[in-house]
């Protein structure tokens, strides 16, 4: 055995387990791995339904077959990293909503809801959440784990952008902020493009660890989301201003 291939099988448990003919260990190591922890956690659908089931977004995407071509031509797109799209105060840091949208304002909030329910305590509590935060954030952005991702598709007008699914967010409450925070002015699937009336809605289709958004133009939104009326497909609507008005409140209280 070659030095590098007997440095793998040191390292990995499971590659030894492989070596040895041995699957159920291997299996069993395998599942207790860090890194393919990592792995499941970033792929795992974080979007629940009323009874609980994760449900990952636009199921039958491949169904479709405008979609399905839509996903195979993302992938040959360059996507520029973006990291974190927002400070701590608009993740899921307990606000139940708050009218009025500066950061300070959010913040202050969201410190006095917590005294509110939790009792004065609450504040160091809040504190410390808030400084695991940004460390938290600079691990998603240069540690090298798996981290879920969602993609802003643009091709003609802001670019792909990629944004981190880092702790304190889900893919839901990255897409709701990053469709709202950007104008764009291309359709994925037709050639519309208009600077003055840019594209407010966006398939949602959910490829493992990475959340894809596709911009689509008034005329295609329908022949896409009622195309076939079995076909589950999920849609962000950027003219909804309903998260920006009640203060981003976290994902439990939308």
Not at 16 to 30: F, I, K, S
Request: aromatic fraction near 10%; glycine fraction near 8%.
């Amino acid at each position: 055995m070659s030095a590098r291939w007997q440095t793998g099988f040191d390292q990995f448990a499971a590659l030894r387990h492989l070596r040895d003919d041995d699957y159920a260990a291997m299996l069993r190591a395998a599942a207790e791995d860090p890194l393919t922890a990592q792995v499941r956690a970033a792929s795992a659908p974080d979007r629940h339904r009323r009874d609980g089931r994760a449900a990952p977004y636009s199921p039958d995407a491949r169904l479709h077959p405008d979609i399905s071509d839509a996903i195979d031509r993302s992938r040959n797109l360059k996507v520029e990293p973006c990291g974190v799209i927002a400070p701590w105060v608009y993740s899921n840091c307990g606000r139940r909503g708050a009218r009025g949208g500066s950061e300070a304002h959010l913040r202050e909030v969201t410190f006095a809801q917590a005294v509110e329910e939790h009792g004065p305590q609450a504040v160091l509590e809040l504190q410390r959440r808030e400084r695991e935060y940004e460390v938290a954030t600079e691990v998603a952005e240069y540690g090298g784990s798996p981290v879920a991702t969602v993609t802003l598709y643009s091709p003609r007008g802001v670019g792909n952008l990629g944004f981190l699914v880092s702790p304190g967010w889900s893919k839901g409450r990255v897409a709701r902020l990053a469709t709202r925070s950007h104008r764009v002015p291309d359709c994925f699937f037709c050639p519309y493009y208009s600077e003055t009336n840019p594209v407010d809605m966006f398939l949602e289709v959910e490829c493992g660890a990475v959340l894809k958004l596709f911009p689509a133009c008034s005329s295609c939104e329908p022949r896409l989301a009622r195309g076939d009326e079995w076909l589950i497909h999920d849609w962000e609507l950027a003219w909804d201003p309903w998260d920006r008005e009640q203060g981003w409140p976290d994902d439990r209280f939308r």
